[in-house]
């Protein structure tokens, strides 16, 4: 997709808060609203046609009139694809932000003025999408999230054993984020704490930061470099908690606290792994990149 359908699409991709959340997970709901961050690229087929949905609802059911977006789908849309209607007035509000943020830089940049307008760019990027709706789903390449990467999982600790092993083997970049040591904490025994641990991870003073995969120059040896340390917003801190606990961990969960440095400081998170399954919660998690697999 060509840059000028950047902005319309700014809001789902800065969706999660905590950008490194590539893997999906669905919702309680059976659609899960924050896939969307996840780039085509280090996708899986499936997770290509919940973005493919996403963006039909964005593309089709909205519409610019003076630099305003225009909502012309129904709660019914929504609930045909499986959508919360919690997550269409989430969506309305950030859409209607984004035309706001839209708005503003233009008024700081008057020479934008007599460019195009954000009717003209939405449709632009509309026109394209609908011309192009398979475009990107061929060749899709599979993932392993980082957790179940390398050795097999056999327990709620082969996760963290794998991440460490992978942090060490296979992850580079400016940020210079070390991981240092581990502790079980044990199963999480109520809600207060799973909050606690969860509040913790999505202070304003933990960093988060991006993801991009690379390979070697083969072509197959894996590469995850990641961007500078930044700082959540208060909105998406709270958001990515709020949703964490609503749909992603639970009393009984397994949870180890990981002690990592970056920009020389140490910080301490939370790692949470389901006992039913040993898989790690990816969603909103700091560490949580994927590895392609074309890379074993």
């Not at 950047?6 to 808060?17: A, E, M, P, T, Y």
């Not at 894996?222 to 961990?249: C, D, S, Y």
Request: proline letters at 4%; aromatic letters at 12%.
């Amino acid at each position: 997709m060509k840059h000028y359908s950047l902005i319309s699409l700014f809001l789902i991709l800065s969706v999660s808060g905590c950008s490194c959340a590539l893997k999906g997970h669905e919702g309680t709901d059976g659609f899960d609203p924050y896939i969307s961050a996840i780039p085509d690229s280090m996708a899986t087929g499936s997770q290509i046609t919940v973005k493919k949905a996403l963006e039909n609802i964005i593309y089709t059911g909205v519409s610019v009139e003076d630099d305003r977006y225009v909502f012309n789908f129904t709660k019914d849309d929504f609930s045909r694809l499986g959508i919360s209607e919690k997550y269409c007035k989430w969506l309305k509000c950030n859409m209607r932000k984004e035309a706001g943020n839209y708005r503003k830089l233009l008024r700081q940049n008057p020479v934008l003025k007599s460019g195009t307008s954000l009717e003209e760019m939405f449709e632009s990027a509309k026109k394209e999408y609908l011309e192009n709706t398979e475009k990107g789903t061929e060749q899709i390449m599979p993932t392993t999230d980082i957790f179940r990467y390398g050795s097999p999982v056999q327990c709620s600790e082969d996760n963290i054993k794998n991440l460490f092993g992978n942090w060490t083997a296979l992850v580079t970049g400016s940020s210079d984020i070390r991981l240092l040591s581990y502790n079980y904490e044990g199963p999480a025994k109520d809600r207060k704490q799973l909050w606690k641990y969860v509040s913790h991870n999505h202070s304003a003073e933990m960093p988060y930061w991006s993801y991009s995969s690379d390979f070697d120059s083969n072509g197959n040896a894996p590469h995850i470099v990641t961007g500078e340390p930044l700082r959540q917003k208060a909105g998406n801190r709270k958001f990515a908690a709020k949703a964490l606990m609503a749909h992603f961990v639970s009393v009984g969960d397994h949870v180890y606290s990981v002690k990592f440095s970056a920009e020389d400081k140490e910080y301490m998170y939370y790692i949470f792994v389901k006992p039913d399954t040993n898989r790690v919660v990816t969603k909103f998690n700091a560490f949580g990149c994927s590895i392609p697999d074309m890379a074993v």
